[in-house]
């Protein structure tokens, strides 16, 4: 696919406005680890390559192993994952389908058995970026694959 436009320069004060969230998302004292995670799952819903491609390429150089990225898409039958992090992605997950799906009652209440109340808008607000980059880069079909973690070994 080609792209259609680049964001960044089309609006530069839009794109400021998405990096001043995703700052705030950064200083939240979120585990990094758990941010990868999160973001990857909703890229996924989301069908996002270019996030996708970001974030499971930050993920795997922070740490994370492959076989945590390949079973994201099944989190709930695989044993990899803390208790929190499923927390966090049964939260993610009804959070980003909101609009077809209720979020229940059982998903917020075993989201605060592990994150308190400032922890649980910061990592909303998390979801919230990232559906918002997402849209952002399906809608204008952001050129995929050339991503570069800055977590990545130097050559």
Request: net charge neutral; proline share 3%; glycine share 4%.
């Amino acid at each position: 696919m080609q792209q259609r436009l680049d964001y960044r320069l089309a609006s530069p004060e839009a794109y400021k406005a998405m990096l001043h969230t995703e700052q705030q998302v950064h200083r939240s004292g979120l585990e990094a680890s758990l941010l990868e995670l999160v973001k990857s799952r909703v890229s996924q819903i989301n069908g996002c390559a270019w996030c996708l491609d970001m974030h499971t390429k930050d993920a795997r150089a922070q740490g994370d192993t492959e076989q945590r990225l390949y079973l994201l898409p099944v989190w709930r039958e695989a044993p990899c994952y803390s208790a929190r992090e499923r927390a966090a992605l049964a939260w993610a997950e009804a959070v980003t389908q909101v609009a077809t799906h209720e979020v229940s009652d059982a998903v917020y209440e075993e989201a605060r058995r592990h994150f308190d109340e400032k922890a649980l808008v910061d990592l909303t607000l998390a979801i919230i970026a990232i559906n918002g980059w997402n849209r952002m880069n399906v809608a204008f079909r952001t050129t995929v694959g050339d991503y570069v973690s800055p977590h990545a070994p130097k050559r």
